[in-house]
């Protein structure tokens, strides 16, 4: 049953249909034109199967476009008209439902590759036509001595009929004979090659060794060789060659003519040079592309003693409020112009400005005394910036955060300095932006290892490397343990164990907080329940409640009433074992969407504790309508208690906050009690509980467990 009109394989049939149209009027080929398609649908199944694939395969588009060699298309202008329709329709009829950009920047590299088949199979038919020419050309003077006339013939037949050039010269170098091809290649007079001396033939571009092999050559050193040559035409143009040269010798073996063979690979090489350009810098603002630079600064970190070389990473600030306000057609415009005036910065020897993608740039110099010029380089970037951008009638106002590594060649890769580079130019931005900073190593290795952390933070949850300890919950009055507050901990493979001042941040920033919140809060109310349920020597522990933290990101978290419930219930803990500590700068300005959870569990009989108070965001008025029940004292009140006379200032101010929040029937706990002396005054003040060193460090939970065993015996 044939394919559906709009199903893939007719997709397929309609991409062919295109493609024959396009090239058949360029093809040799005694084949009519629905023939020549029932060619080519195959190898457009080939190039449809190549954009879809997962893993892209450069040799299907090679395979390809040598296919084109072997139906007859050898005309340049059919590689062109392919690339075209390729380019135009291939990702139209043969994407499917993939991704549009990733599909176009698949099609690019899938026009590569059937350039670079179609050259290579080209370049192959065509020595292949040189070596029979050339033993067409030597059948032909061996054939003189046997019957002169009739090898005279053949050998002009040969020599007039190909169709690369063909020249014959003296030992001295004289051009004695031409055929019509090689006429043609210098401009179509006879008088331009014909009777000239190959020396006179010099290009700037010629390698050294080429006439040194000449030399060799006519003096009989050497029977052939074959080199790439440019010659200039008689209009000035630059024609350029595959030369092969080889020696004719008489019937005695002394060397008599030279033979030269010309193929005009001038289209093919600009083709390769437009691919090459476009491989190697940005389609939207022509600079060189991230490939070139790194061709460049792997260069300049390979040059000998002495060399140096400073680098600059530039991104935009604030350039994601363009795009999203203005649009990505104005975006585009604006880093046009930023391109521009960075090429202004960068004219000197050795200089370079790159565009890696994005709003992100680059800009490198080169020699002996970098140290200064990078410094100065960053300088005029930044007054370049400093004049607002005119995009679509408005006036923009660029800033940008840039980040500078210098030092010699030869001690680190591209990679490490392009990452210190990055990792600077962070470091610039988070300081307020607009400004350069000089790289670091040593906030190099703290930024290299808060990406490892982070990277390694889902995988450390799923293999079980976090704990908690837990830290008592003393009351004042009687010296008894009431709880405990839950803090995580990670053990790391490499780093040992890591406090949650180091993840915690991290996991906020990747949003793992959520889940590893969930699961501190889980461990901690089962551990909970065996604190309430375990005994010794018949005298109940009794029950103690477990303090957990909760993040901002937990607070918005639309699970977290469920979760909660769902935990006490699965684990058989009652709310009031559970206290839910909230730090005071996650409720400033929170809304009454914010507290509806909260809310909602103090209803339930969980506590909910505000954590850090004090710390200067207080506002106290604002208490009444919290829904907690526990004000935890920032360790910060404690501090100027630990030597006696106390701190009078800190007296009042805890006298006053514990007076405050008794009248709002609220208990207040104090952190970071260190001393007797600490422990002491804040009895007299009224404080109800409180935790520290002094009491215990944190530690596994069979320490809290003793301890209020030991409290419960006595």
């Not at 004049?387 to 680190?412: C, F, K, Y």
């Not at 339930?604 to 004090?614: E, S």
Request: one cysteine or more; glycine letters at 8%; aromatic letters at 6%.
């Amino acid at each position: 049953m044939s394919a559906e009109p709009d199903g893939p394989e007719g997709r397929l049939r309609r991409f062919a249909t295109i493609w024959s149209r396009a090239i058949f009027p360029v093809t040799a080929t005694s084949l009519t034109r629905p023939e020549f398609e029932q060619q080519l649908v195959p190898l457009a199944r080939r190039l449809r199967d190549a954009l879809q694939e997962r893993v892209f395969d450069a040799k299907e588009g090679q395979a390809v476009g040598a296919a084109l060699i072997d139906t007859h298309c050898t005309d340049p202008e059919a590689l062109s008209r392919t690339l075209d329709c390729v380019d135009a329709y291939l990702v139209l009829y043969c994407g499917g439902d993939g991704p549009r950009e990733e599909l176009r920047a698949r099609s690019a590299r899938i026009q590569h590759a059937v350039a670079a088949g179609f050259a290579q199979a080209l370049r192959e038919r065509t020595l292949a036509e040189q070596e029979a020419i050339s033993r067409a050309a030597l059948s032909a003077r061996s054939a003189v001595a046997e019957a002169l006339h009739a090898s005279e013939a053949r050998f002009r037949a040969v020599f007039h009929g190909a169709a690369i050039g063909i020249g014959i010269a003296d030992l001295d170098g004289t051009i004695l004979e031409v055929n019509d091809a090689l006429i043609r290649m210098f401009g179509g007079l006879e008088s331009n090659v014909r009777g000239r001396n190959a020396a006179e033939w010099t290009h700037p571009d010629d390698s050294p060794h080429v006439w040194k092999l000449y030399e060799e050559l006519v003096r009989g050193e050497r029977e052939h060789y074959r080199v790439e040559k440019a010659f200039y035409r008689p209009d000035g143009t630059v024609l350029w060659t595959n030369l092969t040269v080889s020696l004719l010798r008489d019937a005695d073996g002394l060397p008599q003519y030279q033979l030269a063979l010309m193929e005009d690979t001038t289209e093919r090489r600009l083709l390769n040079l437009r691919l090459r350009y476009e491989a190697t810098h940005d389609a939207l603002t022509g600079l060189p592309n991230r490939t070139l630079f790194f061709e460049r600064l792997e260069k300049a970190l390979a040059a000998g003693d002495g060399a140096r070389f400073g680098l600059c990473y530039l991104d935009l600030d604030g350039f994601k409020t363009v795009n999203d306000s203005l649009g990505h057609a104005a975006g585009d415009r604006l880093l046009v112009e930023v391109a521009d005036r960075l090429q202004s910065c960068a004219t000197a020897p050795g200089e370079m400005v790159a565009r890696l993608g994005g709003d992100e740039f680059v800009a490198l110099t080169t020699g002996t005394d970098t140290e200064t010029e990078v410094d100065e380089l960053a300088g005029r970037i930044m007054n370049a910036l400093a004049a607002p951008i005119r995009v679509e009638g408005r006036e923009l106002t660029v800033r940008g955060s840039i980040g500078i590594v210098e030092g010699p060649a030869g001690e680190r890769g591209a990679a490490d300095v392009l990452r210190s580079a990055d990792i600077t130019m962070y470091r610039a931005k988070s300081a307020g932006g607009n400004r350069y900073e000089l790289a670091d190593p040593e906030a190099d290795a703290r930024a290299i290892t808060r990406h490892g952390l982070t990277t390694a933070l889902p995988a450390a949850l799923e293999r079980g490397e976090f704990f908690i300890e837990y830290q008592p919950l003393v009351h004042l009055g009687d010296g008894s343990v009431r709880g405990a507050e839950a803090l995580v901990r990670w053990l790391h493979p490499q780093h040992g164990v890591i406090g949650p001042d180091r993840f915690i941040p991290l996991a906020e920033h990747t949003g793992l907080i959520v889940p590893l919140g969930r699961w501190v809060l889980e461990e901690s109310v089962r551990q909970a329940r065996l604190w309430e349920t375990r005994t010794l020597d018949g005298a109940a522990a009794g029950p103690l409640r477990v303090n957990v933290n909760l993040s901002p990101m937990q607070l918005t978290h639309p699970g977290l009433v469920s979760d909660t419930v769902d935990i006490l219930e699965r684990e058989g803990l009652e709310p009031g074992g559970l206290c839910l500590e909230v730090t005071e700068s996650a409720l400033i300005g929170a809304d009454d969407d914010l507290l509806k959870p909260l809310r909602r569990l103090a209803e339930m009989g969980v506590d909910i504790a505000l954590d850090d108070f004090g710390t200067g965001y207080s506002n106290l008025a604002n208490l009444r309508r919290l829904p907690v029940s526990v004000l935890k004292l920032d360790r910060s009140f404690t501090q100027g208690m630990q030597h006696f006379p106390a701190d009078p200032v800190d007296l009042k101010i805890v006298e006053g906050i514990v007076s405050l929040a008794h009248s709002l029937d609220l208990a207040v706990t104090v952190e970071g009690v260190e001393t007797g002396a600490q422990a002491d005054q804040l009895r007299e003040l009224g404080c109800d509980t409180a935790q520290g060193w002094y009491y215990a460090r944190p530690g596994p939970p069979d320490q809290l467990h003793e301890l209020a065993l030991a409290d419960a015996i006595s």
